[in-house]
């Protein structure tokens, strides 16, 4: 099983700055036929669902505003938020799905500072 | 809209079975995979298992073999996880999510249910 790690844990960030995630799979998610990432991030908000963000590790779901962005390949991977706003505020997942079973990480919570 | 509707909250006692339904509608049921996934209070997300709904082919997660069943109604556009010798640790908010035919991220979730395990 393909095991997924996230840092920090937790992180507040003044409203405007950027947030920073890092996600680290214990092997590779790479596909190499076609080079593509099995890597996805959600938006997990108090009492809701989780919310595909990013999946391919980069590529955001429609109706994301472009202040996520997704970035890494291989077993590194980063989620940006470049202008913090209020409504971020949430926890975020990463989640490998290149191998059953798909796997998630311990997640990453996102404050105001 | 593409949406999934899940059935309402649950209690049961320890060693009780539960049945938890989810309704797909908007897209075509059997175009994409099924999967379930559970969040115990304050805790991250479990995965639970997988079906086809086109065959009703089901994969279990490891730890839960041998208590979870998925099966799934076509003529409705519903699938059912049933988790059976509940216990207490079994306490969690169920959810169903489907995958996207084209690029297999979770991309559509339930609503979720909530399961609660007491005596």
């Known amino acids: 099983d393909i095991v997924m790690t996230q840092s920090p844990d937790s992180l507040a960030v003044s409203l405007g700055e950027r947030a920073t995630i890092n996600c680290k799979s214990r092997?590779?998610?790479?596909?190499?036929?076609?080079?593509?990432?099995?890597l996805a991030w959600y938006q997990q908000k108090s009492g809701q669902p989780p919310k595909l963000l990013i999946y391919w590790a980069s590529t955001r779901e429609s109706g994301v505003p472009d202040r996520f962005s997704g970035s890494g390949s291989g077993t590194d991977f980063t989620l940006t938020i470049s202008s913090l706003q209020a409504e971020d505020v949430a926890v975020y997942y990463c989640q490998q799905y290149y191998s059953t079973p798909p796997a998630f990480g311990p997640g990453t919570k996102v404050e105001i500072k | 809209q593409v949406q999934l509707v899940q059935s309402g909250a649950e209690v049961k006692k320890p060693g009780a079975s539960v049945m938890v339904s989810c309704k797909a509608s908007g897209y075509t049921f059997t175009s994409c995979y099924l999967h379930w996934v559970r969040q115990a209070p304050g805790q991250g997300l479990e995965w639970m298992g997988i079906?086809?709904?086109?065959?009703?082919?089901?994969t279990y997660a490891q730890r839960l073999q041998g208590r979870v069943t998925m099966t799934r109604d076509t003529s409705t556009s519903t699938v059912y996880m049933e988790l059976s010798s509940l216990r207490s640790e079994d306490t969690a908010v169920y959810y169903c999510?489907?995958?996207?035919?084209?690029?297999?991220?979770?991309?559509?979730w339930g609503q979720g249910t909530m399961v609660t395990v007491s005596s």
């Open positions: 092997q590779s998610v790479l596909y190499s036929s076609n080079n593509k990432n099995y």
């Open positions: 999510a489907r995958q996207n035919a084209l690029y297999d991220a979770f991309d559509i």
């Open positions: 079906i086809n709904p086109s065959g009703g082919s089901t």
